[in-house]
């Protein structure tokens, strides 16, 4: 069995002084996950969401739903 290691990057729109996540997508569609992490402590822990949890994440921070 093979494993693929983590192809980390951050978004784009990620020049905000480093308050940034990390996420590792290309583990989604073998493994169902998608690794997120704290863009300053790459060597850290890093969540596993589901790919379902990771897209709901996105969607609600698209739509504002998230308080900030």
Do not use: Q
């Amino acid at each position: 069995m093979t494993t693929e290691s983590p192809r980390w990057f951050t978004s784009s729109y990620s020049e905000n002084g480093g308050a940034c996540v990390e996420v590792a997508v290309n583990l989604a569609a073998l493994h169902g996950i998608v690794p997120v992490r704290d863009s300053k402590d790459r060597s850290g822990p890093a969540l596993g969401l589901s790919a379902p949890a990771f897209a709901a994440l996105v969607a609600g921070v698209k739509a504002g739903e998230l308080g900030f």
